[in-house]
């Protein structure tokens, strides 16, 4: 049989590789917000993750979805959700690098930088089996309102041990959490909430009660336990609610489905049913609000994080692409247009991991006035900006590798599976318009002003636009602290900071174009519009994954 073509002129698949090694724009980031930070554990973490081995876990993972089994063959309620071994060795290595709970620990410098960074390469691989990864992180310092369940479980919590069972926290080396917030008539307007807890009597976990309700979204329904909100008799609070009882049986959640996502595939979002469930009081009675913001911030931070990572995975594949791929006789990326596509999401890609990497640094000092007011401007700002970006740098990267960037192809066209993933974080923990009002409550917890020209200053005389957009922010803060142009303000915020970071941290091209392009309006309203003066090839080089 004769042949009738033979395969070239394909890229080698981006496999195999030093995920942090590679990553210049994160470790310079790291170098600024965390100088003395032990960056080993992200070395051997880069390498783990980029691996083919851990590639096709996470293939694997997506493609065989979790599975619901409500019942066993003999019709006795199991309440079970299946999933493919791939999701648990994902698991297993996320635990063991410590991205759940360990910086609640106290046992290492910058813990939150450090665990942000390994967070957002772990995203380059895998982001939808983080999700109870992100929960667990958010609950552990909620727990400390309730001593009792914070000492049986707090340090199990910061284990680096992944036990997928379920059985008794008692006789696991590990546990994970998850939230239980969001209900079908309130979505984010929590308050709305209609799900029930009466009083049943008090333990050792303290003030006991029994939840009736439903909760509309319930992700990652095999954690250990959950945090959820409930209408107690003097208001919303928040719950303890662990899957098995301290006696060892099974408490009374039902999972009616999982959801039928667009992305997201090994995460078992689902809907449950509360059946008179034990739950154990966490803080005051009436105050599940404020607990649930502050749980809130923590998991806003993730979006920011997951959002940077992925867009970094996606320029990568991108840069690999174009790198091996010929058109029109030379390879795509000596093209001027490719070039300049490719420098605009590199810009965007290193801005939106100065920004995240930065905001984990607020939460290394809470004892510093500056750092807290920052958290507080940041979370909302980062969330925001950084993943409302998302999906056009996606959908862009996508394009450079043409029709191969829109292929499934069983898991292997892993292009497709981050435009699919995209979306998600600017949806959850609050979408845009619950970020820029959360903004406006940000500007009113103390001198916003100060603090944003105190985090400014360091960059002033870089760049002219740079200067003029710090020089004006006062007063923009001032006459755009509305609803109506809260989303602006978000904006123009999120790309100061962005601006300022870079002006610290990156090289003169870096800074250069995206001051130009971002603040001084050299740039069009796409992707692949830096002005003709950019130095493009050093921009790409600098973001090269190889």
């Known amino acids: 049989m004769e042949t009738t073509h033979e395969v070239f002129n394909q890229p080698a698949p981006l496999a195999d590789y030093n995920l942090f090694e590679t990553n210049r724009p994160l470790r310079d980031a790291l170098k600024f917000n965390a100088p003395q930070l032990q960056v080993a554990p992200l070395q051997e973490l880069g390498v783990t993750i980029g691996s083919a081995e851990m590639q096709t876990h996470a293939r694997l993972a997506n493609i065989h979805t979790p599975e619901l089994h409500t019942h066993d063959r003999f019709g006795r309620r199991i309440d079970e959700v299946e999933f493919h071994p791939s999701y648990h060795v994902l698991m297993s290595a996320a635990v063991g690098a410590g991205l759940h709970g360990t910086p609640w620990a106290g046992t290492s410098a910058s813990p939150h930088v450090l665990r942000a960074a390994g967070f957002m390469l772990f995203t380059e691989l895998e982001p939808s089996m983080l999700c109870p990864i992100s929960m667990s992180y958010a609950v552990t310092p909620a727990l400390r309102s309730n001593a009792g369940v914070y000492a049986d479980w707090g340090p199990k919590l910061t284990s680096l041990w992944y036990d997928p069972a379920l059985k008794s926290f008692k006789d696991k080396p590990g546990v994970t959490m998850g939230m239980g917030m969001t209900e079908k008539q309130g ?4 308050r709305a909430n209609t799900t029930q807890a009466v009083r049943d009597g008090s ?36 719950f303890f609610l662990p899957r098995v009882l301290p006696d060892g049986t099974r408490n009374a959640i039902h999972i009616q489905r999982l959801k039928d996502k667009l ?42 994080l997951g959002t940077s990572g992925l867009m970094r995975q996606a320029l990568s594949i991108a840069i690999n692409h174009a790198s091996q791929r010929n058109a029109f006789g030379k390879p795509l990326i000596e093209q001027p247009l490719m070039k300049n596509v490719l420098a605009d999401l590199a810009l965007e890609s290193e801005a939106s991991t100065a920004l995240a990497i930065r905001l984990a640094r607020a939460f290394d000092h809470p004892e510093d006035e500056h750092e807290r007011l920052m958290a507080r401007l940041l979370t909302p700002v980062a969330k925001f900006w950084i993943c409302k970006r998302g999906s056009h740098f996606a959908q862009e990267a996508m394009e450079c590798l043409g029709g191969n960037g829109y292929v499934e192809e069983g898991g292997e066209g892993i292009m497709a599976r981050v435009y699919r993933e995209m979306p998600l974080n600017s949806i959850w923990e609050g979408a845009g318009n619950i970020m820029a009002l959360d903004l406006l409550r940000g500007l009113r917890k103390g001198d916003a002003v100060a603090a944003l020209t105190k985090e400014l200053a360091p960059a002033r005389g870089q760049h002219a636009a740079l200067d003029r957009l710090a020089h004006a922010l006062p007063a923009r803060i001032e006459a755009m602290a509305s609803e109506v142009e809260a989303r602006r303000l978000a904006q123009d915020v999120a790309l100061a900071v962005q601006a300022s970071l870079l002006a610290q941290t990156a090289p003169p091209a870096v800074v250069g174009a995206f001051c130009a392009s971002r603040l001084g309006g050299d740039w069009g309203n796409a992707f692949g519009t830096l002005g003709a003066g950019t130095d493009f090839d050093s921009i790409i080089q600098r973001a090269q994954p190889r």
């Open 187 to 190: 979505g984010s307007d929590v």
């Open 203 to 238: 333990d050792a976990w303290g003030e006991r009660y029994a939840i009736t309700g439903h909760k509309w979204f319930f992700s990652a329904p095999m954690c250990d336990a959950f945090l959820v909100l409930a209408q107690a008799p003097a208001g919303l609070s928040c």
């Open 263 to 304: 992305g997201n595939k090994a995460n078992a979002s689902s809907e449950v049913e509360f059946h008179g469930a034990s739950a154990w009081l966490v803080g005051e009675e009436g105050r599940g609000i404020p607990q649930i913001l502050e749980m809130g911030t923590m998991t806003r931070l993730d979006c920011a």
